[in-house]
Structures are given as C-alpha cells and as structure tokens.
C-alpha cells in the first residue's frame, strides 16, 4: 500500500480534523455515485477503495486503537504492525476472489494475532465454510474486543446478514465491502 498520509496529501503530523477533511474532499471528488455511466467509474472506484484505506490506517494509527502500534514505515515502503501491508494485501485478495493466493499469504504469515483470525475468518466465508468462519471471526473479537470492525463481521456472521456478490463465476460474501461501509458511515456520523 502506498503512503496514506500522501494518498490523503496530508502531512504525517497532521492533526484528526485535517485529516478528515482531506478525506472528506477526495471522497467527493473519487465518489463512484460520481461517475455513473461513465467510463472512469472503474478507476473511481478503485481511487476510493485507495482513499478509504488510507483514512482507516492513519485513524487506527491516531487513535490508538487496535493498530495503534501501526505505523508507516517510509524507508521500506511498508507497515509494521497489526495492520501491516501483507493485512491490505490478503484483504484485497479476498475482496477480488483470488482466495486461493489470500489462503496461501495468510498460512505463510507466521503471528496468528486478531486481524490473522479475522481475515482466515473472512475468508472461510466466501469458500461457504461458516462453521469456521464463525470460530475465527469469534476468537479475532475475542482477542479485540474493542475492535468494531470484528465485532461487526461477528454480529453479521452470527445473523447471516453479509449480502452475497456475483462475479467472475465466484459466489460469497465481501465482508470487506461491509468493513468499507461502516468505515464510511463511522465518518458520517462525526
């Protein structure tokens, strides 16, 4: 993943509120509701998937919160942390359907922390493996209790509420799509 503080085009010692508003101004700018029927609304898309990203790792860095030890690392191009670069990456696999390559970073991936537990979780959901979907999504918010995102996926999981997306012959659930929205909302609601 790219720097968030220059996706953002803000400065690493920029305050909360500066920082919501550089986001808050490529939001609409990048907004896919922006470009529909047009032919930029891919790349919108994926501008804004790129802008939101960027938001959640520096609030998670600010805050302190379950990636507080997060932090950018420039020099290597990469994060450190709980919500490291390799985190973004099976994320983003998941998201597109390549679960064969996520299965295969995160059985590489050495520290079976909370985000671990949550992305195998996320993963054994789109194959349709909810019984151990469930039991990783249960022990990632078991070992973040705090964490909204993985007591979100819990509640959806247990209540069956994850929608469902075609595409490229692959059925399942996005629940990145579902941490994406409440992200989202989370911002609207400040």
């Not at 220059?6 to 305050?15: D, E, I, N, Q, Y």
């Not at 470009?35 to 600010?62: F, G, S, V």
């Not at 990636?67 to 985190?87: H, K, M």
């Not at 922390?113 to 992305?119: I, Q, R, T, V």
């Amino acid at each position: 993943m790219n720097d968030p503080y220059k996706v953002l085009g803000v400065s690493p010692r920029a305050s909360e509120d500066e920082v919501k508003k550089a986001y808050r101004e490529l939001a609409r700018k990048y907004h896919p509701d922006n470009y529909h029927n047009n032919p930029l609304a891919d790349l919108a898309q994926e501008k804004m998937k790129e802008i939101n990203e960027a938001y959640d790792t520096i609030q998670r860095m600010q805050s302190g919160g379950s990636s507080g030890n997060a932090s950018y690392n420039g020099a290597s191009g990469g994060y450190s942390g709980n919500y490291s670069g390799t985190s973004a990456q099976i994320r983003m696999a998941i998201q597109m359907g390549n679960l064969v390559q996520a299965e295969q970073m995160l059985n590489s991936m050495r520290d079976r922390n909370a985000e671990w537990h949550f992305l195998m979780g996320s993963l054994c959901y789109r194959k349709g493996w909810l019984d151990q979907a469930r039991q990783h999504i249960q022990q990632a918010a078991a070992m973040e209790p705090n964490n909204r995102e993985y007591q979100a996926a819990l509640h959806q999981v247990n209540t069956g509420g994850f929608a469902y997306r075609g595409g490229q012959g692959q059925g399942g659930v996005d629940m990145c799509d579902c941490c994406t929205l409440l992200m989202c909302l989370n911002c609207c609601c400040r």
